[in-house]
């Protein structure tokens, strides 16, 4: 049986389908299907990229908004120079950025709203704390702050106090880990960082 190059292509470029859900359409083995995939000189995805549609079936869940203004060129300055600074890039599926500045936080989850079009609901956070600390107020204080619901946040990490010190006004609010489980958008922001050490 031959496969249409129409169909395959709507399905296998367009809809993103895997070659398995593919093959289950047309009824035939998933081997078939990659043998059409070939033979049409459509490329094959790769298995990171596979898992990445599974995870994502609606499409990417995220944006690139255009810099057409000075504020938002601001931003995306401001906010690339947050995460070559803060953001912990050894971790290659998510964006992770931990501060205890509530203003450093605010304007980075601005910059992923505004310049990446992130939906807030679909940011997780962290917060690590001293036991001489109350959890539940600091998590109230994060989430009034943020102006998120307290079901995105993931369990508080407590750890011992660091006893006399001035750590209590520093860390007053703990530190704040900032979670987007993306690795396409990840890459992303690592690309235009090695962008600007090119500069």
Request: with cysteine.
């Amino acid at each position: 049986m031959e496969i249409s190059k129409e169909k395959l292509h709507e399905l296998y470029i367009n809809k993103k389908f895997s070659s398995s859900k593919v093959a289950k359409s047309f009824k035939c083995s998933e081997g078939k299907i990659n043998y059409w995939i070939k033979k049409y000189g459509f490329k094959k995805r790769s298995i990171s990229e596979a898992i990445y549609n599974l995870h994502n079936p609606n499409g990417d869940p995220f944006g690139i908004s255009d810099i057409d203004d000075l504020d938002k060129s601001f931003l995306f300055g401001l906010g690339l120079g947050l995460y070559w600074g803060e953001g912990n890039k050894k971790n290659i599926y998510a964006i992770r950025l931990a501060n205890s500045d509530p203003g450093v936080i605010l304007m980075f989850v601005k910059f992923l709203e505004k310049i990446y079009l992130i939906d807030k609901r679909k940011l997780r956070f962290a917060i690590q704390i001293f036991d001489d600390m109350d959890p539940q107020e600091i998590r109230i204080y994060w989430s009034k702050i943020l102006k998120v619901s307290s079901s995105q946040f993931y369990k508080t990490i407590i750890t011992p106090s660091r006893g006399i010190g001035t750590y209590k006004d520093k860390f007053k609010y703990g530190v704040l880990t900032i979670h987007f489980n993306n690795k396409k958008l990840r890459d992303i922001l690592c690309g235009e960082i090695e962008n600007l050490r090119k500069l």
